[in-house]
């Protein structure tokens, strides 16, 4: 697993629900992707016409750009799993 | 401080034009200035385009720019569909007046991770109307994001919230939705969007299809209640607010002619009334479309626009048909004074007709029109009935002169189901076929005519290659004469006039003769009198000669006897009468 992920994070402000989706990435891509990461966090309240390029609709939306594939991830990232999933991410399960 | 009645006019409610011909008049206005409008329908109901025609008038008629949220369709899409309707889309999307944003969201590319909102849409939207300064917004069909996103209490909260953010930024905003099973919409945003609802339906009908808008609910303001045809073609969007007009339209007491100068001497005056109506009823073949040619042709000859709905006949067999009767329209159709509407009946249904029809006369505006013939409406009498009664009102309230022509099947007008048509009607000619001695003829009553005094008689009705010609009629023991019959009488009529004419002149010499002989026999009795009287005077003066002589001789011989005579024989003798010797 040598892919290099980059991943867009749009919010708009700082609502409860972007702070947490920030927390909620930058902790995953530290247990998951260490070292093969790059975040770029977009905050459209104050780039407003990147929302249209790029589609936006719901927010916070997670895009990931590398590898390709284009994949969207909608909402605060709280539910680890489905984020892995929707990255593509395999997971060790660890047996408690 | 006194109370007072609230300022009505202070309250009435703000509107936007959309611009879409009919539309304002049934909205009395316009939709809601700065709030959202519902529209919803089917599929294929004409949300998307009434949409876009609500963004493209405000651009370039109000001065309004728009953004245009599209869910379903992409810009290139919308704009290809609505080239054909003459919107430069493209033009006014360079011209920064309009703003298409293509709003799509797959849901299988998409993972659902947690809270989420649709802070993306507002900011996409709130920029496109910062932008452009927009006035307008047009939401396209804001529903997909139903089928998109599956968390169904964060979109319904949203879309509240987007509602009360469009409220707040003061846009006027059409939101389209799709109709629902029993609601108006699938997601019931009728709940949220509640100022102003409009209903579009495409209803098909006996293979016929009728689109019908209907203003479900306009809070603040009064609006049309009924469902109003609306046409969509090349012309875009026009809503018909076809009303019955009712019974309060001006009448005219101008004539204006029927173009066949026997009728038109029928009816008294010269012509019917403007903006009468007339029925010409008759069978097949009667010449009824023919004398509504001459009406159009004599319209366009006083330099009146007249319109020809034909239902029948092709514009080129219809020029043709009525060339060859002598009634030339080409002329006044190259000129623009005369406009055909050629269309099947069944093409589309009543309601489509009629709207139509107002949509054409209200553009054309003629002050003539020729409906030929209504009788090719076919359907249940009831709503025949209540068409026909909806365009006569719609031609009235123009003051639109009209020639219907009305088939039927057999003379007996009694017998014939012409929907009640016939005492709408201002005036009724009837043409008749008339069958004897191996003929067939043509016949021509005015049945009434409102307010003139017409003719009571049965003409001929000539088709001759200069128009038609209407001549008296015979009325013999079988009935009325025409054709050849009416020629064969005409000409022993003349024979018996010669007669008459030499019975005459024969009388006259008789009479003179006898007044002749009559002097001649008096002229001789008259001489005979005169040698009468002569002889009798010259007995009388012989008679008084011989007395003389006589008295001379008795007083000769009295002188001698010595004798006096008495004279009393010689009074008695001279008293006798000489006429009395001639009896």
């Known amino acids: 697993m040598d892919d290099q992920y980059n991943l867009r994070l749009y919010v708009a402000g700082q609502t409860p629900k972007s702070v947490s989706a920030i927390a909620n990435l930058i902790r995953l891509c530290e247990i998951h992707l260490p070292g093969r990461c790059e975040i770029e966090i977009i905050d459209l309240a104050l780039q407003p016409q990147l929302a249209a390029m790029d589609h936006i609709v719901a927010l916070p939306t997670l895009v990931r750009r590398l590898p390709e594939p284009f994949k969207r991830i909608i909402g605060d990232l709280s539910k680890t799993d489905r984020v892995l999933l929707g990255l593509g991410i395999e997971t060790k399960r660890v047996p408690c | ?583």
């Open chain 2, 1 to 583: 401080m006194t109370l007072t009645e609230p300022d009505l006019r202070v309250v009435q409610l703000a509107k936007t034009p959309t611009g879409i011909p009919g539309l304002d008049d049934v909205l009395l206005g316009g939709v809601p200035s700065g709030r959202p409008t519902l529209i919803c329908g089917a599929a294929g109901s004409g949300k998307t385009l009434l949409g876009m025609t609500f963004l493209v008038n405000g651009a370039t008629r109000f001065g309004e720019s728009g953004v245009l949220l599209s869910f379903e369709e992409t810009a290139e899409d919308l704009m290809d569909n609505v080239a054909s309707l003459g919107f430069d889309v493209a033009g006014l999307i360079a011209a920064k007046k309009l703003v298409i944003d293509h709003v799509r969201i797959e849901r299988s590319e998409i993972e659902e991770t947690g809270e989420y909102d649709l802070e993306g849409l507002f900011v996409r939207l709130g920029h496109a109307i910062d932008q452009t300064g927009a006035k307008r917004v047009v939401l396209d069909t804001v529903e997909a994001l139903f089928s998109s996103l599956s968390n169904t209490d964060t979109l319904r909260a949203e879309l509240r919230r987007l509602f009360g953010w469009l409220k707040d930024r003061g846009v006027t905003a059409i939101i389209t939705g799709e109709r629902g099973d029993g609601t108006l919409t699938r997601h019931g945003l009728e709940e949220y969007v509640a100022d102003c609802v409009i209903l579009l339906d495409n209803r098909v009908q006996d293979q016929v299809t009728t689109r019908r808008l209907r203003v479900v609910k306009y809070r603040g303001s009064a609006h049309g209640m009924n469902e109003y045809p609306f046409l969509m073609d090349d012309q875009g969007i026009t809503v018909v607010p076809l009303s019955s007009a009712g019974l309060d339209h001006e009448v005219s007491g101008e004539r204006v002619s029927t173009g066949v100068p026997g009728l038109d001497a029928m009816l008294g005056l010269g012509g019917v009334y403007r903006g009468s109506s007339v029925l010409i009823s008759g069978v097949s073949g009667a010449g009824k479309t023919i004398l509504g040619a001459s009406f159009a042709a004599a319209a366009c000859a006083q330099g009146e626009r007249c319109m020809f709905f034909s239902f029948e006949e092709s514009v080129d067999q219809l020029l043709r048909t009525v060339g060859s009767a002598g009634i030339h329209l080409r002329p006044y159709l190259e000129s623009g004074l005369l406009r055909f509407e050629t269309k099947r009946p069944s093409s589309f249904g009543f309601e489509m007709h009629l709207a139509l029809m107002q949509r054409e006369l209200d553009r054309f505006r003629p002050a003539a029109v020729i409906i030929d013939p209504v009788t090719s409406f076919r359907g249940p009498d009831s709503e025949v009935h209540a068409l026909l009664l909806r365009m006569l009102d719609m031609l009235k309230t123009r003051g639109i002169t009209t020639v219907f022509t009305s088939l039927t099947s057999s003379n007996d007008r009694l017998s014939q189901s012409d929907f009640g048509l016939s005492s709408l009607m201002d005036t009724w000619a009837f043409l008749l076929d008339i069958e004897s001695n191996g003929e067939r003829n043509r016949g021509l009553y005015v049945l009434k005519s409102r307010g003139m005094s017409h003719s009571n008689q049965i003409r001929e009705y000539l088709v001759t290659d200069h128009g038609v010609k209407l001549v008296e009629a015979y009325l013999g023991a079988a009935g009325v004469l025409t054709g050849s019959a009416r020629l064969a009488k005409e000409a022993d009529d003349r024979v018996a006039a010669q007669h008459q004419g030499e019975e005459v002149a024969r009388r006259r010499r008789e009479i003179a003769d006898r007044r002749a002989a009559a002097e001649r026999q008096i002229a001789e009795l008259r001489a005979e009198i005169a040698a009468q009287e002569t002889e009798g005077a010259r007995l009388m003066a012989q008679d008084q000669q011989r007395e003389t002589v006589h008295q001379a001789d008795l007083a000769a011989m009295g002188a001698s006897r010595g004798v006096h005579g008495n004279g009393k024989d010689a009074n008695g003798t001279a008293g006798h009468d000489p006429a009395e010797g001639m009896r």
